[in-house]
């Protein structure tokens, strides 16, 4: 599996109601993009490649388990047309952004990642940003987004073993990091960000290499995203 590329990312302060960067997807590819609120509202996002590929939610943290950290969205976009074009981001209550995208090649053709994982810390302290756990296996890739509440300034940097940054988004109040980590049984995701900061909302998703036997249908199984909650009480 390779990296396709990374997109230019964008954020804005204040109040925007969409995003848009460009992106160079290659032919084969999967696209992935991320976005990061500076607020704890549902904004509802919505998401295209290329004027009108519409992109799939695949992680929404908003309201997991009651807790309130500012709410990461994931999208992905398999076979997307390969062009030099648009991500297009929109959603419907105002607020400052970071936002980035990711396209990788040589991805599972059926079934690109297994369920994200989701970890979210809703509560102000100074804790460094610490997983999902994500299952997976060698020669698959893991993809991290770890979002934060943060200072100029500050900014998350991946330090599981063998891990990579792919692309960094901030503006005056929030930070987007997405991180890529050669997949094994179990990857535990870990950033640092150096210096104190707020609630932060991260995602981990193991995306499968083409080569790899599909898992087996799930009946009664899990939901699509499970949650881990890192909750520190004042």
Partial sequence: MDIDAVGDGNNATGSATSASWQHVVGSGAVLYAAIIFDDLADHNPTATWNTSESMSIIADVFGHEGETPRVMVVFRLD???????????????????????ISLTGVHSTTQN????????????????????????????????????????????????GGTDRALETNAQIAL?????????????????GSAFEDWSNVGVNVNASGEAPPPPVTNGPALVSVRSNIRLN
């Fill in 79 to 101: 076979d997307p047309t390969p062009a030099t074009a648009n991500v297009v981001i929109s959603w419907t209550t105002a607020a400052g952004y970071a936002a980035s995208s």
């Fill in 114 to 161: 297994d369920a994200p994982e989701i970890a979210i810390f809703g509560i102000e302290g100074t804790a460094d940003p610490i997983g999902p756990t994500v299952a997976g296996e060698s020669g698959d890739l893991v993809l991290g987004f770890c979002g934060i509440n943060a200072p100029t300034g500050t900014f998350p940097t991946i330090t599981t073993s």
């Fill in 177 to 193: 990091r997405i991180s890529t980590v050669p997949s094994a049984t179990t990857v535990d995701l870990a950033w640092s960000t």
